[in-house]
């Protein structure tokens, strides 16, 4: 019934949405220090940002490490986009370079190279303490 009141029909390719979200993830896990960075500079906006909603400190200083929390919560929730937008790009370039059927699976192997790639690092930061 409300598909009625469209003018357009929008069409959604399931692979291309999969494979998006494949090279996002992996972008997130291999760039994880670029990811972190992101999430820091969302956090620290969005505090500064809600600073000025309050008109009292004693009000902004007692509801502060709730507000913290959410605000951070909300960054690590928003940090992913920048990550979906280039992943969508890695997408469409395997499938105009390999085409089609190779985009999952290339997104897949990204995935896993990527995670074992993670792994390692925080292994090596780990082994340097």
């Not at 969508?88 to 089609?100: D, S, T």
């Given at each position: 019934?409300?598909?009625?009141?469209l003018?357009?029909?929008?069409?959604?390719d399931?692979?291309a949405i999969?494979?998006a979200?494949l090279?996002a993830l992996?972008?997130?896990?291999?760039?994880?220090p670029?990811?972190?960075?992101v999430m820091?500079?969302l956090?620290?906006?969005?505090?500064?940002?809600?600073r000025?909603?309050?008109?009292?400190?004693?009000?902004?200083e007692?509801?502060?490490?709730?507000?913290?929390?959410?605000n951070?919560?909300?960054?690590?929730?928003?940090?992913?986009?920048?990550?979906?937008g280039?992943?969508a790009?890695?997408n469409?370039g395997?499938?105009?370079?390999?085409?089609r059927s190779?985009?999952?699976?290339?997104g897949v192997l990204?995935?896993?190279?990527c995670?074992v790639?993670?792994l390692?690092?925080?292994?090596g930061?780990?082994?340097e303490?």
């Amino acid at each position: 019934m409300s598909i009625d009141l469209l003018v357009f029909s929008i069409t959604v390719d399931p692979s291309a949405i999969a494979g998006a979200c494949l090279w996002a993830l992996a972008l997130y896990l291999g760039f994880s220090p670029v990811s972190d960075w992101v999430m820091e500079q969302l956090n620290r906006w969005f505090n500064y940002a809600e600073r000025s909603l309050y008109s009292s400190i004693e009000e902004f200083e007692r509801t502060r490490s709730a507000r913290e929390a959410q605000n951070a919560f909300y960054a690590s929730i928003l940090s992913i986009f920048p990550f979906l937008g280039i992943g969508a790009l890695c997408n469409f370039g395997v499938e105009i370079g390999l085409g089609r059927s190779w985009a999952i699976s290339v997104g897949v192997l990204a995935c896993m190279g990527c995670g074992v790639y993670e792994l390692g690092r925080r292994d090596g930061q780990k082994s340097e303490r």
